[in-house]
């Protein structure tokens, strides 16, 4: 069965880095659109970041310039590292894998950024 297995959150303070990974099986991996989503208290969830099968990237301008995502195919792993991080990058963290007849779901990472 598909699995998306994000991991990496926690606790970190203002102006810290995270890194998160999302580890897929049951896919296949190449093929698919990976996108970062996040979702915060009382808010909707939001698309951070996303990556094509051809490593083309797309980033929410909140997060431009401290977020960067990559991808490892042969490791079948989506990465998102997170720089200079504010209290209101906390959130859940939820990976996804996408074409245009599937979607799939991680069960998200929480992120709390806190002094």
Not at 19 to 45: D, H, N
Not at 60 to 81: C, H, I, M, P, W
Not at 101 to 107: A, F, K, R, T
Request: charged letters at 15%; a positive charge; aromatic letters at 8%.
């Amino acid at each position: 069965q598909v699995q998306l297995v994000e991991s990496g959150g926690g606790l970190v303070q203002p102006g810290g880095s995270l890194r998160l990974s999302c580890v897929t099986s049951g896919i296949t991996f190449s093929l698919y659109r990976m996108g970062w989503y996040r979702q915060a208290p009382g808010k909707e969830r939001e698309l951070v970041a996303s990556i094509t099968r051809d490593d083309i990237t797309n980033y929410a301008d909140s997060v431009k310039g401290r977020f960067t995502t990559s991808r490892d195919n042969a490791k079948a792993t989506v990465y998102l590292q997170m720089n200079s991080l504010k209290t209101e990058d906390t959130a859940v963290y939820y990976c996804s894998a996408q074409t245009a007849v599937s979607s799939h779901w991680g069960q998200g990472t929480q992120v709390t950024v806190s002094s």
